[in-house]
Each structure stands twice: as structure tokens, then as C-alpha cells.
């Protein structure tokens, strides 16, 4: 068993957390995981298929692993890359293939053909258009020095809609369109060898459903296509993140329980808002999985579940969370302002904030210190409160999302 594999088997039995949820953590290598099928962990995975024709690959890795992606090909196999199928338009997939395609030009050889959903390029555009503030999406939860973002992408030379049967070189991989992280997002199926690649559908992780700072996700959709893959009957699972699943025994319960996680908050929260509720008490009311959380491959050190309420509001009933207040309201330092006043002060609130995460309430410690930043950030003690108490928020939560958002504030206050 190689390191990869060796990996998997750590993760399965529970020996592993968060190391594929930031590209600083990931476990990068190269590894053939049968013959003629290879597989690139790096914090955005690779599936490689050897043909007579040349490589297929699926997904191609970011720009942090691009380099390590073309080593550990060519310690492999010196064929070109035929065709590269992005699964998705999400950046840390696409930008692997530029050593490859410099390699072709070098040799005289034909460019890789690119495959992907027919919305990926309107993907594309909307990055474009959205650039810098998706750079500063990343810098904050990510945790990087400089929000950058890219501007130009390796457009897809062939789209496909709903399915596409791809033939290379004698082998035949099925591609299937879901939507579930993304609006365009393909999985294959490689029947001859009873192998799945999943993309970002699963992540060794609880499923990036919810993301806060990101547009819209499927959570309903992205269940029925987990249901679908286990009617196929897999030996071998490949995802978008994290190491390989082996045995079909394994790669059913990965997928059969990671669909249990959406549809339960699905039909929870639909059901809540079926009755009227306002968005706060489905919040409060949805009760998740505790059982399913705690599988190795559905931890929410990602994403949080509890975002993925939020997300199935927007989804289906609109960003208004149904609180009058909230229709038209008044700026929110007007709001500070007045609460402030009525404390005694910014200072004050920041006391009673403080008291707060005393007490073990930091929920209510950031309402009350952000309330106190936003009626007077320069009165004393309040950007220090501020500041511990995003940092302790940030150590309390699991989600690198979560963590994230709350470090940069805590950075924003003047803390570490």
C-alpha cells in the first residue's frame, strides 16, 4: 500500500482531521492506484487515465500543485495529455494543466482538449466581472497576505449539458452533470474499472453546501446525485478532496451517509418554513445529525452544516429572513449608536460583551462588541474586547470558513 492509499485508510478510521481543508495542510503525491489509473492528492486531487491515445484527466489541480502535479505525471508517463475534463470552474481545479500544455507547445504536439458543464464559462465570466472581491473572499478565509484572484482562465475547448460518453484511446468514462456545490459541476464513472471521480461532491469533510461568502449551492440536488452514484455500484472512490475510498462496502456508507446529512437538513428546514417560520427559529430549530457529523469523512471542519440552513432559505425563499426590521432597515452604526446610548456607551457595551464571553455566550459577545465598534470603535477598551473575542470565537469554532471570517475580524480590531 503507497502513501495515498496508506492515507485513506488513516482517514477512514478516524486518525485523520483537516488536512485537506486548506492548500497549506494537504498531503501532496503521486500515486498509481491500479494499473494505467493514477491519482494526484494535493489540496485539489487528480484522477490521471493512461489510454492508447494519451492521458485523460479529470480535474486538473490549482496553481499551489501545479508543479508537483507535473512531476509526479511524468516520474509516470511521458504521454501527452489528451483531454482534461474540469469537473468544475472552482479556481484550485483548473490551473494545473499549464506545464503540461507549455510541455506540448515545446514538443510540437496537438493542446489538450478541455471538457466541461456548458456553465462553466459563464463561470468565467462572473469571476471576471467579480475578481476583486473574490480575492478578498479567499484572503479571509483562507488567511492570506494579499487578495488576489485571477483574471484569465483555460476556457473549455467542448461543453456538455446533462451527460457525455468520453472515448479515448479504448477507455470509456461517463460523465454525469449534478448540481450541488456548484451549478456546473460534472462526476465521472469509469465502469471498466468500478471507479468513480466525485469533484467536489465529496470532501472528506462535511459537504461545502453553505459557504457563507460564496453564491448559490443545491443541497437537494447534490443528495440525489450521491444517490446516484451509489446505484452504480463503485470499488473505488476518488474525490475532489481528501485520499481515496477502497471497497464497495466503504464507498456505499460514504455516500449513502453523506446524502442522509443533506436531506435531513433539507427536509427540516422545509418544513419549518412550510409552517411560516421566520428564518431565526429555523435556525434554532433544525436539529442536525450529531451521528453523521462525527464520521471522519463528514467532520464539519469545512463548511458548517448550520450555514447550509441558510443556504436552503436563500435557495427557496429569498434573502428576506421575514423579520419586519430587517425589510428596510435603518445603517447599522445608526443602530450601534442608538443601543449605545442606551447602555451608557460604547465602553459599556464593550464590558458587557466581555462579561458575555465570560459567561460562555460568545454569540452574544459579537453582537454586543460589534454594536460597540460600530458606535465608537476609538472609545477605550473596545477594539482589545473586539479583538479577544473573534479570537476565542475563531479557537471555539471547527469550520475553516467560521474560523476564518472570525480571525479576520479579530485582525480587523487590531488583534493577532
Known sequence: MGDILDLGERAWQGELEGTQVHPGNAFVGFEELASGLGF???FSNVATVDTDEGLVFLDTSSF???AQLHAGV?????KRVHTAVYTHGHVDHIFGLMPFEQEARERGEPPTHVIAHESCPERFERYRLTGGFNGFINARQFGFGEPTFPRKFREPDE???DSHV???GGCRIELRHDRGETDDHLWAWLPERRALYTGDLFIWASPNCGNPQKVQRYPREWARALRRMMELGAELLMPGHGPPILGAARVR????ESARLLETIVEQTLRFMNEGARLDDVL???QLPEDLLARPYLRPTY???RFIIRNLWRLYGGWWDQNPAHLLPAPERDLARAISDLAGGAAALARAAHAQAEGDRLDLACHLVEFALAADATAPGVRESAAAIYTARARRESSLMAKGVFRAAAREAGGA
Open 159 to 161: 461543453t456538455v449539458r
Open 74 to 78: 511524468r516520474r509516470w508517463s511521458p
Open 64 to 66: 499551489f500543485h501545479a
Open 253 to 256: 456508507q460514504a455516500l449513502d
Open 303 to 305: 463548511d458548517d452544516p
Open 40 to 42: 494526484m492528492s494535493a
Open 166 to 168: 468520453l472515448d479515448v
Open 284 to 286: 434554532a430549530g433544525v
